[in-house]
């Protein structure tokens, strides 16, 4: 069966500091790779996806970066937050089944930025 | 560019009570899929809809697809506790990435 993990589950950072965002993938392979952010009590805002090894598509320009380093690894980086990157980040995988396409979530990471 | 809109965005209702979240997409929809997130949780994948005018079950959960396949709801049945959370509805673009709304939050009154 397939897993998703996320870590660190809980991430306080100062402002101006930097950030790196793990999120690793089993039981699948060539999966789609996605990193949203939501901030409390909001909507999903999706940040990044992944089709395959070394290839991002951003949705949203920011502060923030992701990278694919290996199959089922997605990192999402910062080099100096800001305090509005505090939120809720989520990684999830989906493959291409039929026409399904569901995603899966990982547990996500709160980050509060100070 | 495409939007999926959903309401309302919060719901209060007594336990035992109906609820009702609707979805509308600004084009037509290959499918359309619906989450639920638990208070302090992830998503989680309810279902999937994908023939226009599709009806599907899951308990006391209804869920429909419109005939245009520009539209979907989700209706609970005699809410309980266990229901609470944030219910979303997505639906993909043109590059197959999901396009979400904005979440339909329901809330128990006590």
């Known amino acids: 069966s397939q897993t998703i993990h996320q870590w660190p589950a809980t991430l306080v950072q100062p402002v101006g500091s930097p950030l790196s965002l793990e999120c690793t993938v089993e039981?699948?392979?060539?999966?789609?790779l996605y990193w949203y952010r939501q901030a409390a009590g909001r909507g999903l805002q999706l940040l990044f996806y992944?089709?395959?090894?070394?290839?991002i598509s951003s949705e949203v320009p920011q502060n923030l970066s992701a990278s694919r380093p290996q199959d089922r690894q997605f990192i999402l980086s910062s080099k100096k937050l800001l305090l509005s990157d505090s939120g809720f980040y989520l990684c999830?995988?989906?493959?291409?089944?039929?026409?399904?396409?569901?995603?899966?979530f990982g547990p996500g990471t709160r980050l509060t930025v100070l | 560019g495409q939007q999926v809109m959903q309401i309302p965005q919060y719901q209060h209702v007594q336990e035992g009570e109906d609820f009702t979240t609707y979805c509308n997409s600004s084009?037509?929809?290959?499918?359309i899929q619906w989450y639920k997130q638990r208070p302090g949780g992830h998503p989680v994948f309810l279902i999937q809809?994908?023939?226009s005018g599709e009806v599907k079950k899951q308990k006391r959960l209804t869920f429909q697809f419109g005939e245009a396949k520009k539209n979907s709801s989700l209706h609970i049945t005699a809410t309980q506790t266990t229901d609470v959370g944030t219910y979303f509805c997505?639906?993909?673009?043109?590059?197959?990435?999901?396009?979400w709304g904005a979440g339909t939050k329901l809330i128990i009154k006590p």
């Open positions: 999830a995988w989906s493959v291409w089944r039929d026409r399904y396409n569901e995603q899966f």
């Open positions: 039981g699948t392979s060539n999966p789609n």
């Open positions: 992944s089709v395959g090894i070394g290839q």
């Open positions: 084009t037509t929809l290959s499918n």
């Open positions: 809809l994908v023939k």
């Open positions: 997505a639906g993909p673009d043109s590059n197959y990435q999901l396009i």
